[in-house]
């Protein structure tokens, strides 16, 4: 292994409240790249020197060398940053399968989120800037408010409001100008994706992937009945059951065009040794966190 990164989604694991839960004894982490060292003689998929990500989650990443089926395994270029490397089977996939899959977006259209400075949120303004949509970017206020807002707009970021604007009545006028969104991205729950719901367009789909606020989905019966709103759900993991492994390697290459062509940087990351796994967790659970950590070996 070369590098992993600590996603929200590692920890729920190991918590025990995740959709997957691997065997125990089990070694933590989801996702990251390894560099191959040796290969059966069977072997024709990878050979020596290759940079592989893993195909599915629970294959355990935190750790300094493993012993994988090929099948088990997916190839990408080494010429991309380890960064990117490391990050790119989770939250790029889920960005991009969510711009993709429920709405029919077209350039000029406008897509809003809530965390919009998560793994996933970065991503989705990176793709959403090349495929030419505006982006609405919900965060939560704090000091550097302005500091964070500057770092989103370098990433491609066309608006970031706080919860608190979005829940004021000026943003009708902030509707007047940009086209009201056919597509809402939810990963808190509670009042935040209620805040989304309300400023969807008519028709429009709110994909929910996440529930960092542990708070229920609450969706005002009048939005369903008059403006005719959809909820669904989204889990890469379940994507990956409904296609092959040909269509998730396909994905992951689209992803790394992008990288290549200077449109997907990895997030915001803070690289610390495996041995410190303990302060890089606990650094991953604090509130108003912008930056990934990545356990490097």
Excluded at 41 to 53: L, N, R
Excluded at 284 to 297: A, D, E, G, R, Y
């Amino acid at each position: 292994m070369l590098a992993a990164p600590v996603n929200p989604s590692d920890v729920n694991m190991i918590r025990g409240n995740y959709g997957l839960l691997p065997k125990l004894p089990a070694v933590g982490g989801n996702e990251g790249v390894g560099q191959v060292v040796a290969v059966g003689s069977s072997v024709t998929g990878v050979k020596p020197g290759d940079w592989v990500i893993p195909a599915n989650a629970g294959l355990g990443t935190w750790r300094t060398e493993a012993v994988f089926s090929e099948e088990a395994l997916i190839s990408v270029p080494s010429d991309i940053p380890l960064q990117s490397a490391a990050t790119l089977g989770v939250n790029p996939c889920t960005a991009y399968r969510m711009l993709m899959d429920f709405e029919r977006l077209r350039p000029g259209d406008s897509v809003i989120q809530n965390a919009s400075n998560s793994g996933v949120g970065q991503a989705v303004i990176q793709i959403a800037a090349a495929l030419g949509l505006r982006t609405i970017n919900v965060v939560r206020d704090r000091p550097d408010i302005q500091k964070l807002t500057d770092r989103l707009k370098n990433l491609g970021a066309h608006h970031v409001v706080t919860e608190e604007e979005l829940r004021k009545h000026e943003m009708k006028n902030f509707f007047k100008d940009v086209p009201q969104p056919q597509l809402a991205l939810n990963c808190v729950g509670g009042k935040s994706s209620t805040e989304l719901l309300r400023h969807l367009a008519p028709g429009g789909t709110m994909v929910t992937y996440g529930g960092m606020a542990k708070q229920p989905v609450i969706a005002s019966v009048s939005l369903l009945i008059f403006k005719d709103l959809k909820l669904r759900g989204f889990w890469l993991s379940q994507w990956k059951k409904d296609h092959s492994p040909d269509q998730f390697k396909e994905l992951i290459l689209t992803l790394c065009d992008l990288i290549h062509r200077g449109q997907l940087t990895a997030p915001a990351c803070s690289e610390a040794p495996l041995q410190d796994y303990q302060r890089a967790l606990e650094a991953s659970m604090q509130p108003f966190v912008s930056s990934k950590q990545i356990l490097t070996m």
